[in-house]
């Protein structure tokens, strides 16, 4: 293997498939990858802005856009967040 060249396709997604396939996962395609790193960034923390960069998107209303079925409970758990520095 040489560093720092492009990645061969046909040898990732020969390795992407046997590495699902020794994880019990071969319903799991490489591209849901890309789909589980946007919530899991918000759900971390990570600003809006870092989750566009990391996707390599455009604009930060596309990423957000996007994701936005994972804002709500990231809202709500900072909400309560702030609620119990408050309150107790």
């Known amino acids: 293997m040489t560093i720092g060249t492009p990645i061969e396709p046909g040898n990732l997604s020969a390795r992407w498939r046997k590495a699902r396939t020794q994880a019990g996962l071969d319903w799991l395609r490489l591209h849901d990858l890309r789909h589980a ?8 923390g990570a600003s809006p802005r870092t989750v566009m960069k990391t996707l390599g998107h455009s604009q930060i209303a596309l990423a957000m856009n996007t994701y936005a079925h994972v804002l709500p409970d990231i809202e709500r758990a900072a909400v309560d967040a702030v609620a119990k520095k408050l309150f107790g």
């Open 37 to 44: 790193c946007a919530p899991y960034l918000l759900a971390c």
